[in-house]
């Protein structure tokens, strides 16, 4: 993972959330300190960002995302699926990441910590609180966390 490359992959279909996210990421000034925020709106075309496939063919994966902000409730493939992927590849298996999601089902939980997310964040209802949840995270994944050597 370059160090100097710094890439926010936001996996996340609902499009008020996108704006939400992208909206606070700016607020907070994330944006001015990052390279890229990447959106995928579903499962499959997060792989396919991230390994280079389907409409992603030809990228140069070795440019990894910093963090992943990942959604649980996905069209075509759902975001346990997305992380029990990344985990199986050892190209993306110590990628960091949040899952972020509105899911209060224990079992998605469990089932996240269990394929090795970094951190579990259920999204707040409230704008301003929201805001606040993705500046946090984005000031400690973005700066002062220290990424695997991959």
Request: glycine share 4%; hydrophobic share 40%.
């Amino acid at each position: 993972m370059s160090l100097s490359h710094k890439t926010i992959l936001l996996v996340e279909d609902n499009p008020d959330d996108e704006v939400l996210a992208l909206r606070a990421l700016k607020q907070a000034h994330i944006s001015n300190k990052i390279n890229d925020i990447v959106v995928a709106h579903d499962g499959v075309e997060a792989l396919d960002y991230l390994f280079g496939t389907g409409m992603h063919c030809g990228r140069d994966i070795s440019i990894k995302p910093t963090v992943i902000l990942l959604d649980l409730k996905l069209p075509r493939l759902d975001g346990i699926e997305v992380l029990r992927r990344l985990r199986e590849d050892k190209r993306t298996s110590l990628l960091p990441v949040v899952v972020l999601t509105t899911s209060n089902e224990q079992q998605d939980m469990l089932d996240s910590y269990s394929l090795r997310c970094n951190s579990y964040i259920r999204k707040p209802v409230d704008f301003i609180q929201f805001t606040e949840a993705i500046r946090q995270l984005g000031m400690y994944w973005l700066l002062m966390n220290e990424p695997p050597p991959i």
